[in-house]
């Protein structure tokens, strides 16, 4: 079992940056997959960032690259995601979940265990 408790969200202006954290309680965290997703108002849950176990690897969705940047600590059960340049479309709650596994799904239905989400409102 992996609890979730995401932090970090806020209300920023287009441009700024924030920066999220994914707190974990739970043995298993350290071998498992993290990923992060939000979802904007009235649109399906999509895939950010995700990094392996070891944090060798890492994922992003196209639109967040060169901007987001993940990463853990396995040694405080947290994963990071800074999200640099905010934009007013990226208004969204976010996001941490997490998933047993050697490889890095991208697919909501692929993570077992999820946080209860932060909102992050950007306006222009």
């Known amino acids: 079992q992996v609890q979730l408790v995401e932090s970090g969200g806020g209300l920023v202006q287009a441009g700024d940056s924030l920066r999220l954290a994914c707190a974990a309680s739970?043995?298993?965290?350290?071998?498992?997959?993290v990923g992060w997703f939000r979802q904007p108002p009235g649109k399906a849950r999509e895939f950010v960032a995700g990094?392996?176990?070891?944090?060798?690897?890492?994922k992003y969705a196209d639109s967040v690259k060169g901007r987001f940047a993940i990463s853990r600590d396995n040694a405080k059960n947290t994963v990071y995601l800074q999200m640099n340049s905010l934009e007013p479309e990226e208004t969204a709650v976010y996001y941490c979940?997490?998933?047993?596994?050697?490889?890095?799904?991208?697919?909501?239905?692929?993570?077992?265990?999820w946080g209860q989400g932060t909102q992050v409102t950007v306006s222009s």
């Open positions: 739970g043995r298993t965290f350290s071998a498992s997959a």
């Open positions: 979940a997490a998933e047993r596994s050697f490889v890095l799904p991208v697919l909501p239905v692929q993570y077992s265990y």
């Open positions: 990094i392996t176990r070891s944090g060798g690897m890492t």
